[in-house]
Structures are given as structure tokens and as C-alpha cells.
């Protein structure tokens, strides 16, 4: 439990911030824990950013999986309206875009380990949407969607964005 509440800490702390702007001695401030605590948990401050990459990656799965019920599964447009909706309002209470992204454009060429988990999300959200019933061609196009909404949205009123998505879900799975 301890280690969780050092990774809440500073996965707020870097999503709010930016991974760079964060230094390991604000993490700690805030978890409220000594910095060798915090080395002897995770090693580096790169290593503490993937085991966060990594629970938010499940708290986001399980966020997604607690919207879809039997009504959901009914056809690919309500699974996949649904899994808009979930994602929407994921950002409504996470409105600084996407985590690992970020983590990718800090850290794409100086750190493999975090690009490569990044790229590891991405492919997950790919099989998610499959493991639905989506086609890898259909699963594609969804991620295509969801990622956009999510860029856009940061520019743009999120309950605008979420309504010309669900539309364009509508246009692409309704048949």
C-alpha cells in the first residue's frame, strides 16, 4: 500500500507538471517519504515513471471494463459508444491528455524502457478493442477515434468533442 501512495503522488504530480518539470525531490515531498525509500522501491526515477505507466495502464482497463454490461456488447456501435462515453468521461476528470504520450515526447529518445511501454499501451488498447469483437481493421479504426477525441479535447470543449465522436462511431459502425 505504501509504494501506492508514492505512485498516486507522483503520477499526479507528473501529469499535472510534466515529467521533466518534476523533480525527485518534489515526489518524495509530496509522498511524503525519503528519498532512498523511494530509490530502494524503484531504482530510478525513469523505473518509478514505467510502474506508474503501468497502474494507470490497469486503473484505465478496469475504468473502461466497469461501463460495459450486456446492453453494451449488443451490437459494435453501442460496445464501441460505450467505450467513447467511458473514455470521455475518463478525460472530464483527467483533462491534460493522454499520460503516455507525454511520457513518450519527454522521454522518446533519451529512455527505451518508457518508449517502449508506451508503444506496449498502445498495442493493448489494439487487442482490448478486439477482444470486444472488433476487426483488427475496426479495433484500429476505434483507437483512431478514441485518440483523437483525446488530442482534441484539449483544445477544444470536451462534451463537443464526445458528441462529434459518438456521431462518427455511429457513421463507422452502424450498419
Partial sequence: MHERIKLDHAESLFYQH???AVGIKKVV?????SIMTLYNHFGSKEKLIVKILDQREIRYLDY??????DEAK???YKTA???ALAHMNWLKGNSNGCLFLRAKEEYGQINQDITNRVDTHKRSMLSFY???GFSEQEAMRLAIQIEGATALAETIEVQRVEEEL???LRLLFSK
Fill in 64 to 69: 473502461l471494463k466497469s461501463y460495459l454490461n
Fill in 130 to 132: 478486439k477482444r470486444l
Fill in 74 to 76: 449488443r451490437s459494435k
Fill in 166 to 168: 459518438v456521431e462518427t
Fill in 29 to 33: 515531498s509530496q509522498a511524503n517519504v
Fill in 81 to 83: 459508444r460505450t467505450i
Fill in 18 to 20: 510534466g515529467f521533466h
